[in-house]
């Protein structure tokens, strides 16, 4: 029997409650301990998810003998701080998305990982769910031939709340780095990283993208194009157009919960791909995470910290052109 790795989550909010339920779909995990700022919210996070060891901070944590690697899912402003304390204590690290506010940052966390020899990766869960891991199949077998156009989107309607995380330019609010990763995301891991950058962005009254059309460009002549929006719905799908045919994930669950996907080819009928998951889906990077670690690797090779810098200085470059800063950043690369 395998031993069992042992979790210790940082953050009590909602995505951390999201990947304590993922977790329990893995029966070589165990969630042994959750680290807040508070006494009442750990125990109350403890109390709902069957955590045994609670802690009133993230320093207690971090330091608990008994955790084996950390999952942070403390806001995206915080990541540097948080990843740099965990590995400080020795303690590999699964982070969020976006791994960072930036690419000074994430070139800073990147260092601190490799100087201390503990693994780290970016939590962008669903490249690990089993449709994508079907997309990179195709794709590999060259089913469609080589892909010339991505098309993306993701929108959801967001509370305009000033305060709110979102519209809260002091939180690195907007569309761009809470869903807009996802589309840039999806682009890197079909295409690498992007030679040209074309987009356009509404920022709105509190000083947040509130939504923005992107097109990145290709060395081969491939395009992707995407929209993102936190102000209203959309389809949030995903097609993949290659010489030989498309791959479409489907309205609502394509881009960010994909569990189906149709392949069309020319002159065959369109065939649909059921790719169900189990739970949640959120154990697939946790089990990636275990995976690594078992074999001593310091990093995914199927989310590579050289390619979570990638997409973090994608993401730099978008900002620039719409000429958004957030308050906290200090430098840029």
């Not at 060891?53 to 003998?65: F, T």
């Not at 189990?278 to 199927?302: F, H, P, T, W």
Request: net charge negative.
């Amino acid at each position: 029997m395998v031993d069992k790795i042992r979790w210790g989550i940082m953050s009590t909010g909602y995505i951390a409650g999201v990947f304590a339920e993922g977790l329990s779909f893995l029966p070589d995990a165990e969630l042994i301990a959750v680290g807040s700022r508070s006494a009442p919210s750990a125990n109350h996070f403890a109390d709902r998810h069957g955590v045994s060891h609670r802690h009133s901070s993230y320093e207690a944590l971090i330091h608990d003998p008994d955790v084996d690697v950390v999952y942070i899912g403390t806001p995206h402003p915080f990541h540097k701080e948080h990843i740099l304390l965990s590995l400080s204590a020795g303690k590999p690290v699964l982070c969020e998305k976006p791994l960072n506010i930036n690419a000074v940052e994430t070139a800073t966390v990147i260092e601190a990982a490799r100087k201390k020899n503990l693994f780290l990766m970016e939590a962008m869960w669903s490249r690990f769910l089993p449709a994508l891991v079907k997309v990179r199949n195709l794709l590999a077998e060259s089913v469609i031939g080589e892909v010339q156009i991505l098309n993306t989107d993701f929108g959801f309607q967001a509370d305009p709340d000033p305060a709110g995380r979102l519209y809260n330019p002091a939180l690195a609010g907007g569309a761009l780095l809470d869903i807009g990763i996802y589309p840039v995301s999806l682009a890197s891991m079909i295409f690498g990283p992007p030679a040209r950058i074309t987009s356009m962005a509404h920022i709105g009254e509190t000083g947040v993208d509130e939504q923005a059309g992107i097109i990145l460009g290709y060395k081969n002549g491939a395009l992707a194009v995407s929209y993102v929006t936190i102000r209203a719905g959309s389809p949030t799908e995903a097609t993949l157009i290659g010489i030989k045919g498309r791959i479409h994930l489907h309205a609502q669950v394509g881009l960010f919960r994909p569990y189906k996907l149709m392949l069309s080819l020319e002159g065959q009928e369109d065939r649909v791909i059921d790719v169900p998951y189990e739970g949640n889906g959120y154990q697939y990077e946790a089990a990636e995470v275990m995976r690594c670690l078992r074999a001593g690797k310091l990093e995914s090779d199927i989310m590579p910290l050289e390619e979570s810098l990638s997409i973090m200085k994608t993401l730099d470059d978008i900002r620039d052109q719409w000429g958004l800063k957030y308050p906290m950043e200090q430098a840029r690369l």
